[in-house]
């Protein structure tokens, strides 16, 4: 079946414009998060969505970001006002919900976006 | 809170060699525990887990074996091969913080002819 899919794959911008990031889950999954990967760096939690709940946003670095998930499927991830620091690969993941057990279950990592800004 | 440590790279080694990178973890619950690994130019993806103490993930040739008593989850493999070369990301999972994933730094693994 069609894995996590994000675009734009890559996209250069200048300092101060604003971007837009798009995340397609894999149909069925209910958790999406969004991770910020920088260059040398791990992966820096940055969002995170759960089915109707309010999503856990505390990983956002600044006020300029800023996510939203319509119809609990698509996610876009926009940055306003961008600066170089916010150059890196954006992941997105999606997950389907604890079983019956309680467990969480797997991660599947979209190819990421990488943002430049100039 | 919940956070994991893992050993920092980078790690090179000799082809046939031993690998072990060192993963420990601090969680609230009762977490469940992932391997992913990051080859060259490529997405992150699901290497091996375990999801309660004592529990073995393998995969690859790869294990990782889930000590609640050391609260660690050490990746191992017998005999690396050139195509192991990728970075490595040990991650924590526990629904007592409402699912979400707690990764480590990374450790990138070069395996040399």
């Known amino acids: 079946g069609a894995g996590v899919s994000q675009s734009p794959s890559n996209k250069v911008t200048e300092k101060g414009k604003d971007v837009e990031l798009r995340c397609d889950p894999i149909s069925g999954h209910t958790a999406l998060y969004w991770y910020r990967q920088s260059l040398g760096q791990g992966l820096e939690f940055l969002i995170y969505?759960?089915?109707?709940?309010?999503?856990?946003k505390s990983g956002l670095p600044s006020d300029r970001f800023s996510a939203e998930r319509t119809g609990g499927s698509v996610s876009t991830l926009t940055i306003q006002r961008t600066q170089q620091e916010d150059s890196a690969v954006y992941l997105c993941?999606?997950?389907?919900?604890?079983?019956?057990?309680?467990?969480?279950?797997?991660?599947?990592f979209g190819p990421g976006t990488r943002l430049t800004v100039l | 809170g919940n956070s994991v440590t893992q050993m920092e790279g980078p790690v090179t080694l000799s082809e046939e060699a031993f690998l072990t990178i060192n993963c420990t973890y601090t969680a609230t619950g009762y977490p469940s525990l992932f391997w992913y690994v990051q080859y060259p130019g490529e997405g992150l993806q699901l290497l091996l887990k375990a999801t309660k103490a004592d529990d073995k993930g393998s995969n690859k040739g790869f294990e990782a074996t889930y000590r609640k008593e050391t609260t660690s989850f050490h990746l191992e493999k017998g005999s690396v091969q050139v195509s192991d070369s990728a970075v490595y990301f040990c991650a924590l999972s526990d629904l007592n913080t409402g699912n979400q994933f707690y990764f480590g730094t990374g450790t990138s693994l070069t395996v040399i002819p």
């Open positions: 969505f759960q089915g109707n709940s309010a999503p856990d």
């Open positions: 993941a999606s997950s389907s919900p604890p079983g019956l057990a309680g467990v969480s279950d797997t991660q599947y």
